[in-house]
């Protein structure tokens, strides 16, 4: 059982940036694909950010891509989310995501992920 815990959100205003952080505790997540995902009020959740177990390469959503840097640590278990230039649209739940899928996989949505964290908010004021 792999458990993700996410960390770093908050409250800031446009232009600034955040650090989300992802930690898995029980198995390690070594050779699971790693992603973000984001949900808006109102709205469906939608693909962020990826990188496969290796991380040799990263996918992104178009409009985080130049702002938003996924990176991965597979000795410490931990997953960052990179975000910069905030903008107000970014505002969401971002939720961490582990698939035994690819990578690119999870850039088509949340079907072949089998484990989520619990979500931690993002609130960016104009």
């Known amino acids: 059982q792999v458990q993700l815990v996410e960390s770093g959100g908050g409250l800031v205003q446009a232009g600034d940036s955040l650090r989300l952080s992802c930690t898995s505790s029980g198995r390690t997540f070594t050779y699971y694909a790693m992603g973000w995902f984001r949900q808006a009020p109102g709205k469906e959740r939608e693909f962020v950010a990826a990188?496969?177990?290796?991380?040799?390469?990263?996918y992104y959503t178009d409009s985080v891509k130049g702002r938003f840097t996924i990176s991965r640590d597979n000795a410490k278990n931990t997953v960052l989310l990179q975000m910069n230039g905030l903008k107000p649209e970014d505002t969401a739940v971002y939720y961490c995501?582990?698939?035994?899928?690819?990578?690119?996989?999870?850039?088509?949505?949340?079907?072949?992920?089998?484990?989520w964290g619990q979500g931690t908010q993002v609130t960016v004021s104009s």
């Open positions: 995501a582990a698939s035994r899928n690819t990578a690119q996989t999870m850039t088509k949505g949340s079907r072949d992920i089998d484990y």
């Open positions: 990188i496969p177990w290796t991380g040799a390469s990263t």
